[in-house]
C-alpha cells in the first residue's frame, strides 16, 4: 500500500494570521485596527509576507501556532506510527484503531521495505504475513476479540491517520523528520507534507527544512560521524566545526593570509589569461 498524504484543510489565508499574530505583538495598533488596514489593502499581501518572512528568522515562535493544517495520511506502517505519535505538542493524531477495525479474512495491509526487496526477501516476508493472517483469522472465528487477535500482527502493518498541526510544530517535525538520520517512511511522510504546503502557500512552506537547512539551523548538530555519513553534510557545516573556528578566532590563532593570497586578491582582472 502506497504512502500517501493529503492537505485536508488548512488556516483560510495563514499570511493573513502570521502577519496579525505577530504585528499585534509590535504595533500601537489594535487587532482590529491591523485587520481594517489588511483587508481595505494599505498593507499589501507583499507587505505581509516580507514581514512574516523576517520574523520567521527569529526565534519568536509562537504566533506560527496560530496557522494549522489538517492532513490525511494513509499506507503507514504501525513501525512509522510508533514515532509519528511520539509528537506531543501542537499536533492532534486520530489514527485508525486495531480494536475496532477487524481485518476480514486475516487480510491485513502491510509495508515490505525496498531494502527487504532488494535483498529478495519480500517472497519470505509474505509467506510468514500470511500464516499470521491466517492465525489472526482463525482467532477471531473462535471468538477472540481483534484487540487480542492484533497480538499477532508485525510492525509492517499498515494505519490511517488524521491529523491536525500548528506550522510551530511542523516545522519542528520538519526540522527532525527530514533530516537524513530519521527513518526513511518519516522522511517521506514529513516530504509529502511539506510539498502540499508548497502548493497552497509556498511563501511559509519553503521554511519546512530539515534542521540544516539554510532557512533553519544552517547546519548539522548531529554527531560528527553521523554528519560525516551524511550526503548532505558536503554542502553544511557542522556546528563543532563553527566553534572550532569561533574559538581560534578568540585565540588569535586563524592562520593569516598568506603573500599569495594577496596576490590572489591584488591580480588584475583577466590578467594570465
Ligand atoms: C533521529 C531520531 C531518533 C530517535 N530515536 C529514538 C529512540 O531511540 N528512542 C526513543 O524513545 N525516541 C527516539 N526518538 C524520538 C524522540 O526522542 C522524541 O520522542 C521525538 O523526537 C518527539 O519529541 P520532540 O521533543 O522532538 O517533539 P515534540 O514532542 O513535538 O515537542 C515539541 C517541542 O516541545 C518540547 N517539549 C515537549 N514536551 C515537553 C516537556 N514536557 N517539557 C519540556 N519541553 C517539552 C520539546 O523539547 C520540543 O522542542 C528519535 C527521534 C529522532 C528524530
Given at each position: ?8 484543510s ?16 509590535y504595533?500601537?495598533?489594535t487587532p ?5 488596514r489588511?483587508d481595505?489593502?494599505?498593507?499589501t ?6 514581514f ?6 527569529t526565534?519568536h ?19 512509522f ?5 511520539r509528537?506531543?505538542?501542537?499536533i492532534s493524531?486520530e489514527?485508525?484503531?486495531?480494536r ?16 527487504v ?6 517472497d ?10 491466517a492465525?489472526y483469522?482463525?482467532m477471531?472465528a473462535?471468538g477472540?476479540p ?17 491529523i491536525?498541526?500548528?506550522f510551530q ?5 520538519c526540522?527532525?523528520r527530514l533530516?537524513t538520520?530519521?527513518q ?9 507534507m ?5 502548493k ?8 519546512l527544512?530539515?534542521k ?34 569561533y ?11 598568506r603573500?599569495?593570497?594577496w596576490?590572489?586578491i591584488?591580480?588584475e ?5
Open positions: 500500500m502506497p504512502i500517501q498524504v493529503t492537505l485536508i488548512h488556516s483560510e489565508d495563514p499570511i493573513r494570521s502570521l502577519y496579525l499574530a505577530y504585528r499585534v505583538c504595533s500601537a495598533l482590529q485596527q491591523v485587520i481594517a489588511v481595505d489593502e494599505r498593507i499581501h507583499e507587505a505581509m509576507r516580507e512574516v518572512e523576517e520574523r520567521l528568522k526565534g515562535g509562537s504566533p506560527l501556532e496560530q496557522v494549522w493544517f489538517e492532513f490525511g495520511i494513509s499506507g503507514v506502517s504501525r513501525a506510527s510508533h514515532q509519528f505519535v509528537h506531543r505538542v501542537g493524531f489514527q485508525q484503531s486495531q475496532y477495525v477487524t481485518y476480514k479474512g486475516g487480510e491485513f495491509p502491510y509495508t515490505v521495505p525496498a531494502t526487496v532488494k535483498a529478495g526477501m519480500q519470505r516476508m509474505d509467506a510468514l504475513f500470511d500464516k499470521v493472517g492465525l483469522e482463525e477471531v473462535a477472540i481483534a484487540e487480542d487477535a492484533r497480538f499477532l500482527l508485525p510492525n509492517a502493518t499498515n494505519t490511517n491517520f488524521k491536525t498541526v500548528n510544530s511542523l516545522l519542528h517535525i526540522d527532525l533530516c538520520r530519521a526513511w517512511e518519516f522522511r517521506k511522510v514529513a516530504a509529502l511539506r510539498s502540499a504546503v508548497m497552497v502557500c509556498p511563501e511559509i512552506g519553503r521554511f527544512q530539515p540544516c537547512g539554510e532557512l533553519r539551523l544552517g547546519y548539522c548538530d548531529e554527531s560528527e560521524k553521523d554528519w560525516a555519513a551524511c550526503p548532505i553534510g558536503r554542502v553544511r557545516p557542522h556546528k563543532d566545526a563553527l566553534f572550532r573556528l574559538d581560534a578566532h578568540r585565540r588569535g590563532e586563524l592562520a593569516p593570509l603573500d599569495e593570497d596576490a590572489t591584488a591580480a582582472e583577466g590578467a594570465g589569461a
